[in-house]
């Protein structure tokens, strides 16, 4: 078994699609909209999805936003250097709520970005 993609529901498809390709640098796997259910689907992610997790971006035509709640946590990225991860992503007009350092009680360094629906998605430095 394997984790294939983490689904979360966006309010502007258009909008969520830049952020993950041009701020986090992903791209679109594929895009499928469905007409008599009214949402499109659309995967983004850093490689295939036969090779790696992705994320399924769902855009129900009829829901501008969503509540996010206090269930869901992060989606969590592993980076190369976490401060210069940052700087490119405000670079890119992306949102750092959490500047790169090292994560409180331990020595990783971790930051926070949100995406414009308001999911938190943390930074990893590698080790």
Not at 3 to 14: C, E, K, Q
Not at 52 to 78: C, K, M, Q, R
């Amino acid at each position: 078994m394997r984790i294939l993609h983490t689904m979360i529901r966006v309010g502007d498809l258009d909008r969520s699609i830049k952020f993950y390709t041009e701020v986090l640098g992903m791209r679109v796997l594929r895009r499928q909209d469905y007409p008599e259910g009214k949402f499109t689907l659309a995967f983004v992610g850093f490689g295939e999805e036969s090779e790696g997790a992705v994320i399924e971006l769902t855009h129900n035509w009829d829901t501008p936003s969503y509540e996010l709640g206090n269930g869901f946590g992060h989606i969590a990225l592993a980076v190369d250097d976490a401060y210069a991860t940052c700087d490119l992503i405000k670079k890119r007009g992306g949102k750092v709520t959490r500047e790169a350092g090292p994560m409180k009680h331990g020595t990783t360094v971790i930051a926070f970005v949100e995406d414009p629906d308001g999911y938190k998605i943390e930074l990893i430095e590698r080790k």
